[in-house]
């Protein structure tokens, strides 16, 4: 049988788990995709507290991710588009981060 924690012991244990900024993960680099500005942010490694933005090729626009596509008001990219990428669209119907 199974005894109740009292509420001081519960209070204790939230209080000393650690809270963290965010609940995502971090890729091998330190780093994870930045949702509400697109590219990539970084906590840990050599580029940690940088930010990197969707990267321009070419003078045309890439999008690494749907997130940055989203970020830039571009999604749905269109093929033929300005940034659409086969990357981005992944049942293949000409039509990117629907």
Do not use: F
């Amino acid at each position: 049988m199974m005894r109740a924690l009292s509420p001081l012991v519960a209070v204790l244990v939230i209080w000393a788990t650690p809270i963290e900024a965010h609940p995502g993960g971090l890729a091998a680099d330190g780093c994870h995709r930045d949702r509400k500005n697109g590219g990539r942010h970084c906590h840990r490694g050599p580029n940690a507290g940088k930010s990197q933005k969707p990267v321009q090729r070419k003078g045309d626009v890439y999008y690494p991710n749907c997130a940055a596509a989203r970020a830039a008001g571009a999604a749905p990219v269109r093929r033929g588009d300005p940034g659409y990428a086969r990357h981005l669209d992944r049942d293949n119907d000409g039509i990117g981060c629907e």
